[in-house]
Every structure is written in structure tokens, then in C-alpha cells.
């Protein structure tokens, strides 16, 4: 057997959602996400982060007329190679969420909305 590179626990999911994060800092941004897991998010990130950091994710959930607040830990990240999208590849894992929020977002994804077809 091959050893894979892929090191999430979790089913990915790619999807298409609007994440706002922000830094210990209090520098806040908004992003799309390319994938989603039970586990966490892997967002295009404009800076570098070290491995640790603690961002605040908002997720606005289509069924709930709020954003849906989850912490997550930057377990990952690297140089983006595609000219076209320039930034960090960053795999966060999520640290603090309420299960059903996590369930929603998953559930969600699943049913079509946000999904990116072809991944």
C-alpha cells in the first residue's frame, strides 16, 4: 500500500463558503472556503500564520439567520504553487464548536448548497 498525503480524520467535503476569520490580532478578513470536514476547514489565507494560532471562524448557515461561530487551531499551512490564487493553503481543525453547528454545516453541504461539483 501507498502512503497518502491526506491527513484529515474526517470525510472532506468541497464546498464553497463564505468564512469571516479573525486573528488574535483582531485583524479580520473574508474568505471562501475550498473544503470542509467534521474535523475543520482548509482556507486560502492572504498571510502567513504559525502552526497554533487561533482563529475565530464565522460561518453564515442558510437555515439560521445568524453566523454560526466556531474557533478553530491553524494545523497547517503552505505557499499556494497556482498563480491564480495567491495566499496560504491553510488546514485548520476545529478547537470549539457546538456539535449540532457542525452537524448543520456538514449536513448542509451535503444536501447541495455550497458544494463544488467535479472535486
Same mark, same amino acid.
Given at each position: 500500500? #501507498?502512503?497518502?498525503? /491526506?491527513?484529515?480524520?474526517?470525510?472532506? @467535503?468541497?464546498? $464553497?463558503? +463564505?468564512?469571516?476569520?479573525?486573528? &488574535?490580532?483582531?485583524?479580520?478578513?473574508?474568505?471562501?472556503? $475550498?473544503?470542509?470536514?467534521?474535523? !475543520?476547514?482548509? @482556507?486560502?489565507?492572504?498571510? *502567513?500564520? /504559525?502552526?497554533?494560532?487561533?482563529? +475565530?471562524?464565522?460561518?453564515?448557515?442558510?437555515?439560521?439567520?445568524? /453566523? +454560526?461561530?466556531?474557533? #478553530?487551531?491553524?494545523?497547517?499551512?503552505?505557499?499556494? %504553487?497556482? &498563480?491564480? *490564487? %495567491? !495566499?496560504?493553503?491553510?488546514?485548520?481543525?476545529?478547537? *470549539?464548536?457546538? &456539535?449540532?453547528?457542525? %452537524? %448543520?454545516?456538514? +449536513?448542509?453541504?451535503?444536501? #447541495?448548497?455550497?458544494?463544488?461539483?467535479? *472535486?
Amino acid at each position: 500500500m #501507498g502512503k497518502s498525503s /491526506e491527513k484529515r480524520l474526517a470525510q472532506r @467535503l468541497y464546498a $464553497s463558503l +463564505t468564512v469571516k476569520y479573525t486573528l &488574535p490580532n483582531g485583524f479580520s478578513g473574508r474568505i471562501i472556503s $475550498s473544503d470542509v470536514s467534521v474535523t !475543520g476547514v482548509c @482556507l486560502l489565507l492572504p498571510q *502567513k500564520l /504559525e502552526i497554533g494560532v487561533t482563529l +475565530t471562524l464565522a460561518i453564515r448557515m442558510p437555515r439560521k439567520n445568524r /453566523e +454560526t461561530v466556531i474557533y #478553530g487551531e491553524v494545523t497547517r499551512q503552505q505557499k499556494s %504553487e497556482d &498563480p491564480k *490564487k %495567491e !495566499g496560504y493553503i491553510t488546514g485548520i481543525n476545529f478547537s *470549539k464548536a457546538d &456539535p449540532l453547528d457542525i %452537524e %448543520e454545516l456538514i +449536513t448542509t453541504v451535503r444536501s #447541495g448548497h455550497y458544494f463544488i461539483p467535479g *472535486k
